[in-house]
């Protein structure tokens, strides 16, 4: 019998070294390392020959780049528009899109209801959930499909087997933690097992020019589990993200070798399925008719696209000795930020106030246009008087306490007139091209005249 082959990884960023050591000599993490079975199979049993190669890549020679044809690379419409717009307009043959995101938020969901309207013969490969419980959850979503297969298998010598017999047009795996090749002995989700089974199927991909997505589990800081060659290795890596007690979901790519990564696709999460949300800004505005003090409506871009989004502050007398500040969807520092440079350059005492900020819908912003809607709104909060509804904010608070300008502040504007808005607050160094908007412009210069303009 053959020696067993034992080799050690980094489980942190997969370097594979020969010893154990305490120490990762690449990512410099400790206690990372640890020791799998490798042992490779005399002769893989799938014969890749087996599958049809009239679309596959010739190999290559060099050529000018005005000579090749881009017909050769036309995407394949997944009949999903966000999920189009995220990708750069659809899915390339041949490429392998890794979908990321947190237990539970939909990433099973979302790929199965793409199998089943896409109107290509898709081969749908579980090694997660039993076929019956697919079965169910398909009759929720789309309750006829005639393209769509279902594989339950984790092995990827009998995927291919069944690939080579079906010739789908589109392979999705759900996931690749579950998949396991007989040429290496450790178990599924181990280092060395996704490393070889992603090879496999990059192989697959590129010879036959068919896509592949893999669904990927994250660890619990927010990476994809596995090795971080995993995301170099894909040619596309999305995130679906969103909170889970919220219905609201975000896809964007964090790495597209054939698109932009600015952009981002909203769903909702129905009871039959994910929706798409093509007018995100709708809502995400809730359609309280009264009007409530500390809520400011913001300008902001998700991306490439512009989204008014509503933001709730509550500032009370704190209770105990230290004031408490929670923010959510927005970063904590920040708002501290913000509250000392109201205290110091507008003189409103916040020091013994809790603060408590919140963005509505869930969803989580780091645009720093936002930070003037979050004054108007701890503002709002403090002094109890309502903010105008058809007024919004597009603004970055600077620390002297200037009002400062934000990028594409008209795309903003336009955003904002659209959805029927009478009045947005720049600030005042913003240039703008065009000087005739149904929109009311307000610039300002400090956010002492914020207060002025707000409250007086
Ligand atoms: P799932 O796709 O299984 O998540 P993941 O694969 O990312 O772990 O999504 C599961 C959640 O989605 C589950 O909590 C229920 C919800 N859901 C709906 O609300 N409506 C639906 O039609 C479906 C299929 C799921
Ligand atoms: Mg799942």
């Given at each position: 019998?053959?020696?067993?082959?034992?080799?050690f990884?980094?489980?942190?960023?997969?370097?594979?070294?020969?010893?154990?050591?305490?120490?990762c000599?690449?990512?410099?993490?400790?206690?990372?390392?640890?020791?799998?079975?490798?042992?490779?199979?005399?002769?893989?049993s799938?014969?890749?020959?087996?599958?049809?190669?009239?679309?596959?890549?010739?190999?290559?020679?060099?050529?000018k780049?005005?000579?090749?044809?881009?017909s050769?690379?036309?995407?394949?419409?997944?009949?999903?528009?966000?999920l189009?717009?995220?990708?750069?307009?659809?899915?390339?043959?041949?490429?392998?899109?890794?979908?990321?995101?947190?237990?539970?938020i939909g990433?099973?969901?979302?790929?199965?209801?793409?199998?089943?309207?896409?109107?290509?013969?898709?081969?749908?490969?579980?090694?997660e959930?039993?076929?019956?419980?697919?079965?169910?959850?398909?009759q929720?979503?789309?309750?006829?499909?005639?393209?769509?297969?279902?594989?339950?298998?984790?092995?990827?010598?009998?995927?291919?087997?069944?690939?080579?017999q079906?010739?789908?047009?589109?392979?999705?795996?759900d996931s690749?933690?579950?998949?396991?090749?007989?040429?290496?002995?450790?178990?599924?989700?181990?280092?060395?097992?996704?490393?070889?089974?992603?090879?496999?199927?990059?192989?697959?991909?590129?010879?036959?020019?068919?896509p592949?997505?893999?669904?990927?589990?994250?660890?619990?800081?927010?990476?994809?589990?596995g090795?971080?060659?995993l995301?170099?290795?894909?040619?596309t890596?999305?995130?679906?993200?969103?909170?889970r007690?919220?219905?609201?979901?975000?896809?964007?790519?964090?790495?597209?070798?054939?698109g932009?990564?600015?952009?981002?696709?909203?769903?909702?999460?129905?009871?039959?399925?994910?929706?798409?949300?093509?007018?995100?800004?709708?809502?995400?505005?809730?359609?309280?008719?009264?009007?409530?003090?500390?809520?400011?409506?913001?300008?902001?871009?998700?991306?490439?696209?512009?989204?008014?989004?509503?933001?709730?502050?509550?500032?009370?007398t704190?209770?105990?000795?230290?004031?408490?500040?929670?923010?959510?969807?927005y970063?904590?520092?920040?708002?501290?930020?913000?509250?000392?440079v109201?205290?110091?350059?507008?003189?409103?005492?916040?020091?013994?106030?809790?603060?408590?900020l919140?963005?509505?819908?869930?969803?989580?912003?780091?645009?720093?246009?936002?930070?003037?809607?979050?004054?108007?709104?701890?503002?709002?909060?403090?002094?109890?008087?309502?903010?105008?509804?058809?007024?919004?904010?597009?603004?970055e608070?600077?620390?002297?306490?200037?009002?400062?300008?934000v990028?594409r502040?008209e795309?903003?504007?336009l955003?904002?007139?659209?959805?029927?808005?009478?009045?947005?607050?720049?600030?005042?160094?913003?240039?703008l091209?065009?000087?005739?908007?149904?929109?009311?412009?307000?610039?300002?210069?400090?956010?002492?005249?914020?207060?002025?303009?707000?409250?007086?």
């Amino acid at each position: 019998m053959a020696k067993t082959k034992t080799t050690f990884f980094c489980q942190n960023c997969g370097t594979q070294s020969a010893k154990w050591q305490g120490q990762c000599s690449s990512c410099k993490q400790w206690n990372t390392i640890a020791e799998e079975v490798i042992q490779k199979a005399e002769k893989a049993s799938w014969d890749i020959s087996q599958v049809n190669t009239s679309k596959a890549i010739k190999a290559a020679k060099p050529q000018k780049v005005s000579d090749i044809s881009t017909s050769a690379q036309a995407r394949i419409n997944t009949q999903n528009k966000e999920l189009n717009r995220v990708l750069g307009g659809g899915l390339v043959p041949g490429s392998l899109t890794l979908l990321g995101g947190e237990p539970g938020i939909g990433k099973s969901t979302l790929m199965l209801q793409i199998a089943l309207e896409l109107p290509y013969k898709t081969l749908y490969v579980s090694g997660e959930e039993s076929a019956q419980q697919i079965k169910m959850r398909a009759q929720r979503i789309h309750p006829q499909s005639e393209h769509c297969y279902i594989l339950t298998e984790t092995k990827t010598q009998q995927i291919f087997r069944n690939i080579a017999q079906m010739q789908p047009d589109i392979v999705v795996i759900d996931s690749i933690q579950t998949l396991h090749t007989d040429h290496i002995e450790s178990s599924p989700g181990s280092i060395s097992q996704i490393r070889e089974t992603t090879t496999e199927l990059i192989k697959f991909a590129k010879e036959t020019a068919t896509p592949v997505i893999l669904i990927g589990h994250i660890t619990k800081d927010g990476n994809i589990a596995g090795p971080k060659i995993l995301e170099h290795m894909v040619d596309t890596v999305l995130q679906f993200e969103g909170d889970r007690n919220h219905i609201y979901r975000i896809l964007r790519a964090n790495k597209n070798r054939y698109g932009s990564t600015s952009e981002i696709g909203i769903y909702e999460m129905q009871g039959n399925g994910l929706r798409e949300v093509s007018n995100p800004s709708e809502i995400l505005l809730s359609k309280n008719e009264e009007e409530l003090s500390g809520t400011a409506i913001a300008s902001t871009l998700e991306g490439m696209r512009p989204l008014l989004i509503e933001i709730q502050a509550l500032v009370s007398t704190a209770v105990y000795g230290t004031p408490q500040r929670s923010a959510t969807g927005y970063n904590a520092k920040r708002l501290n930020m913000i509250l000392a440079v109201l205290e110091k350059r507008a003189g409103f005492k916040l020091g013994t106030k809790d603060v408590f900020l919140n963005i509505t819908g869930g969803i989580s912003v780091d645009d720093p246009a936002i930070d003037l809607a979050v004054v108007a709104a701890v503002l709002s909060s403090n002094v109890d008087i309502t903010i105008d509804k058809t007024m919004c904010f597009a603004a970055e608070i600077g620390l002297a306490g200037e009002v400062r300008p934000v990028n594409r502040v008209e795309q903003r504007i336009l955003e904002a007139e659209k959805l029927g808005f009478e009045s947005i607050v720049i600030s005042k160094y913003c240039k703008l091209p065009k000087q005739t908007y149904g929109i009311q412009i307000i610039k300002l210069g400090k956010v002492h005249d914020v207060v002025k303009h707000l409250f007086a």
